[in-house]
């Protein structure tokens, strides 16, 4: 969805209080930043494997019929010629002639000719490949050129054979992976919204050809209840249908699951029906025979279809933070509300003095529970003072 050059004093305020907290930095600081790329500190890092470690709980382990795997991020270029992302991978970006920002044309109004920031006239669209290249392998042996990868469902659909063959699984049944992508967008901010360098949360369901419509539903309720489980505002959330010149190259039923960001309703994660198109395109290209033996079905022959569930971590992490988000005009100060079962820290022991019988009982108590929790010990400065970081980095006072 949207990305417009403007600032939301909520937004402001989260990116300051994620720095002062340590949730977040821009990465290479220090040398001035680099452009859409984050690093996670200390309670960022915590919150975002909160995430992630209930994303791997509810969708892999809890379930008989959904195996994880973790496959490499480096892959042979010919996975995304097969994949469509060599010919269709691009989006068309315009730019404005006088003060340069670049935009996607189809996050603009349709028929706009001018920018939205300063009014200057736009260029004609130009397709911007969002595939970042490098090589494999030294020049002098002749190198050869391959991509980061830009999503993880393609690790999934190259090893098919080998999950069925390893795994005794039955239709339907699904694989799932989480990892790094990246992707050179040509408009990036919104903080984390959209940067180069993100992490998926994919899940690739496969089924017998037929069952998309009941299985896209299925998959659209579960997901939108995932999120609220992380404890986000059941109102803040909704799920949208593509129409149909939303589609991607390779769906034809698409769901959205949509935060109400402070900047509009945007997506977090897409759940999408694929058909058989991933499948077939690898038996194409590679001339594998990705397929599955139905043995219910007198071995008949086949290749399932597949519905998708992509979502990006940090973008759930930011719905996360932002819905979390509040200010607390009265006593001005920030608290960030967090579910305990996302929270970056779950308890924090407080001894009134330092150097006191009660610090050492406090000190004593926190290294019990620190097996146990993620445990914050702080005996710096005033109760006021301690608890007021406590607000920001979502305690929850009990
Ligand atoms: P958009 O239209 O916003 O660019 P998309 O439809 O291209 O997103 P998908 O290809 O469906 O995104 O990717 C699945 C999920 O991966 C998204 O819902 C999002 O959570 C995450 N994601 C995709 N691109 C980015 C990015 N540049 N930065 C952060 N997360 C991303």
Not at 271 to 289: E, M, V
Not at 311 to 321: E, F, P, S
Request: proline letters at 4%.
């Amino acid at each position: 969805m949207v990305n417009k050059p403007v600032s939301y004093p909520v937004m402001e305020k989260l990116i300051a209080l994620s720095r002062r907290r340590g949730f977040l930095f821009q990465s290479s600081e220090i040398y001035d930043g680099i452009n859409a790329v984050y690093d996670y500190g200390p309670m960022g890092v915590e919150l975002k494997r909160n995430i992630k470690d209930l994303w791997w709980r509810d969708m892999i382990t809890s379930r008989e019929d959904i195996l994880g795997m973790d496959t490499a991020i480096l892959m042979h270029p010919r996975v995304w010629e097969a994949s469509g992302h060599v010919t269709n991978f691009h989006d068309p970006m315009v730019e404005c002639k006088k003060c340069k920002r670049r935009y996607r044309q189809d996050n603009l109004p349709e028929g706009q000719e001018t920018c939205p920031g300063c009014g200057g006239a736009l260029t004609e669209p130009r397709q911007f490949d969002l595939m970042f290249r490098t090589k494999l392998g030294s020049t002098a042996e002749g190198a050869l050129d391959i991509y980061l990868r830009p999503e993880t469902a393609q690790g999934i659909f190259v090893n098919f054979s080998n999950i069925v063959s390893s795994s005794r699984v039955k239709l339907p049944f699904g694989i799932g992976q989480l990892g790094k992508a990246f992707r050179n967008e040509i408009t990036t901010g919104n903080f984390i919204f959209r940067t180069r360098e993100f992490e998926q949360m994919e899940m690739e369901y496969f089924i017998r050809p037929g069952e998309n419509a009941e299985w896209l539903d299925y998959w659209s309720k579960e997901r939108l209840k995932w999120y609220r489980s992380l404890g986000i505002r059941e109102e803040k959330l909704r799920l949208r249908q593509h129409a149909e010149d939303e589609l991607a190259h390779y769906s034809t039923a698409c769901y959205d699951v949509e935060y109400a960001f402070p900047y509009g309703y945007s997506e977090i994660e897409g759940i999408a029906d694929r058909g058989t198109y991933d499948l077939q395109q690898h038996i194409d290209h590679s001339r594998k025979k990705l397929q599955y033996v139905d043995q219910e079905n007198r071995g008949e022959k086949i290749v399932p279809a597949v519905i998708e569930t992509s979502a990006g971590v940090d973008r759930t992490l930011l719905a996360v933070m932002t819905d979390a988000f509040w200010e607390d005009e009265a006593n001005d100060r920030i608290v960030m509300r967090f579910s305990p079962r996302v929270a970056p820290f779950k308890v924090a022991v407080f001894p009134t003095f330092q150097k006191s019988r009660d610090a050492e009982v406090a000190r004593k108590l926190y290294e019990e529970l620190r097996p146990h929790f993620a445990a914050f010990y702080d005996d710096g400065g005033s109760i006021g003072k301690r608890y007021r970081r406590q607000d920001e980095i979502g305690r929850r006072s009990a």
